[in-house]
């Protein structure tokens, strides 16, 4: 046992040592994250830790139509898979998304891999990593120029880049804490040797989250959960959720994303693992004025789904 302990340690260092190596060599370097009011039920999209933790073979689908009426509102999408190896020590996973902003377009994929330790039989600790794609693009001629002879204007601006992430994940049966830095290259471009996308890369986003199940009696869980975000020059943001399961067939939840949004979510579980939902997120930022809303479904299929419990009498 000793022996098999040391093997999984120095797994889960080379993997720590893997991530650093990433961090240092580019230092405040990120793509832009987009983020989802559902996110607690495709945890890929925050941290690559989470790879294959559920064990049965998911698909997830995500998309968001953000401050509709607004216009050249953001508009996110991802298609996941993720299960367990055959080893039962690791994951993988693979990821499909796509995100609109105004004249600006990312598409890409990126591969997961997490490998798990369990210290005792209460909890583990589960590294992740994760390596893609995107492919950026700025369309300059759907601007509404106020100087039409600008060269810039006339450019569609388009580049293929590469992105990496890393996470952790200490959890148990009844409680999880996660960290990740989803994205560590950064994806400024430049044409003619000058800058010309400043907005299309920021510092690194850190993600801290956190949740508890609270089970009330056979029929009620609770699971608050709490997820902080943070990157150079905005504050902290938090995005702090309560969700309610009903037999575990149905479930009620709200979520406060501070000086942004109060969301109201709810998921249905449908029997053979299909699990749909939907959020409606109102804004109460300065936004609030020129919106209604954002709109977000989610789909979710377990190929090997666990038995659902039966109907209390």
């Known amino acids: 046992k ?147 002879g600008d060269p810039l204007l006339t450019e569609t601006i388009r580049a293929t880049l590469p992105t990496a992430g890393f996470g952790a994940l200490w959890q148990s049966k009844n409680w999880y804490v996660g960290f990740s830095m989803p994205a560590l290259f950064k994806t400024k471009l430049y044409s003619k040797d000058q800058p010309k996308l400043q907005g299309a890369g920021q510092d690194a986003h850190l993600f801290l989250n956190t949740g508890v199940y609270i089970k009330l009696d056979d029929d009620v869980t609770l699971q608050p959960s709490v997820l902080l975000k943070a990157v150079q020059g905005p504050p902290v943001q938090a995005d702090i959720n309560c969700h309610i399961w009903l037999k575990k067939l149905l479930g009620l939840g709200v979520s406060y994303r501070t000086k942004d949004a109060v969301v109201g979510m709810a998921q249905v579980k449908l029997g053979k693992g299909l699990q749909l939902g939907y959020a409606y997120d109102h804004n109460i930022s300065k936004l609030i004025s020129y919106t209604s809303g954002t709109h977000e479904i989610m789909f979710r299929f377990e190929l090997r789904p666990k038995p659902q419990p039966e109907p209390s009498k």
């Open 2 to 148: 000793s022996e098999n302990m040391k093997k999984k340690i120095n797994k889960l260092a080379l993997m720590a040592g893997i991530a650093a190596l990433s961090w240092v060599g580019n230092p405040v370097q990120a793509q832009q994250i987009p983020m989802y009011s559902q996110y607690m039920f495709n945890m890929l999209n925050i941290n690559p830790a989470y790879a294959g933790q559920q064990d049965n073979g998911t698909f997830h689908l995500l998309y968001r139509n953000q401050w509709t009426s607004f216009p050249g509102a953001p508009v996110s999408g991802s298609i996941s898979y993720d299960d367990r190896l055959t080893s039962k020590n690791s994951g993988l996973g693979i990821q499909f998304y796509s995100d609109k902003i105004g004249i600006e377009k990312t598409t890409g994929m990126q591969g997961f891999y997490s490998y798990q330790a369990k210290f005792n039989e209460r909890s583990s600790l589960s590294l992740g990593m994760s390596l893609g794609l995107l492919h950026y693009a700025t369309d300059y001629t759907r601007t509404n120029a106020l100087d039409p």
